[in-house]
């Protein structure tokens, strides 16, 4: 693990919340001279405790108003096929592989019920090596930005 003090942690905090807060305002929300906060950015991007800049991108807004986790078991010699099929389907956003009772997880969107419905039986059914699925469509959402706190010291 890489070492981070609480300036890192602080930094990393406002930055998730906002990665397009400027320079001289995020020193001033934290009270830390410009040039300071510019270099640590710098070196955390250096360091890879900062991979990317990015944005949310507000799918609802896009006509995308069904999401869905779906676990699927597989047949794991074919894990591969399955994972590059499933990355070809239209609405695919996301594959983890995890523990439990599936293999995988998939995160998808789509503009309507019937339209994830269509991608569930006729696209992702049709995988050859799927073996079963589940899916559980998402009713309501909250998140929370995760807070890169200093940890505690053990003393």
Do not use: C
Not at 52 to 79: C, H, P, Q, W
Not at 89 to 103: C, M, Y
């Amino acid at each position: 693990m890489t070492k981070v003090d609480n300036l890192d942690l602080q930094i990393l905090s406002e930055l998730s919340n906002d990665a397009s807060i400027s320079v001289p305002r995020l020193s001033k929300k934290i009270n830390v001279n410009s040039s300071v906060v510019y270099s640590r950015i710098k070196r955390l991007v250096k360091r890879k405790l900062i991979e990317r800049f990015t944005i949310v991108v507000n799918d609802s807004e896009l006509g995308y108003n069904v999401k869905a986790l779906t676990g699927i078991n597989m047949d794991t010699k074919k894990r591969n096929h399955i994972i590059e099929e499933l990355f070809k389907i239209e609405g695919v956003r996301e594959i983890a592989e995890v523990t439990g009772r599936f293999d995988i997880l998939v995160t998808m969107y789509a503009r309507s019920l019937d339209q994830m419905h269509k991608i569930v039986s006729e696209r992702i059914g049709r995988i050859e090596g799927i073996q079963s699925s589940e899916s559980f469509i998402e009713m309501k959402t909250r998140t929370k930005a995760m807070p890169y706190m200093p940890s505690e010291s053990s003393d």
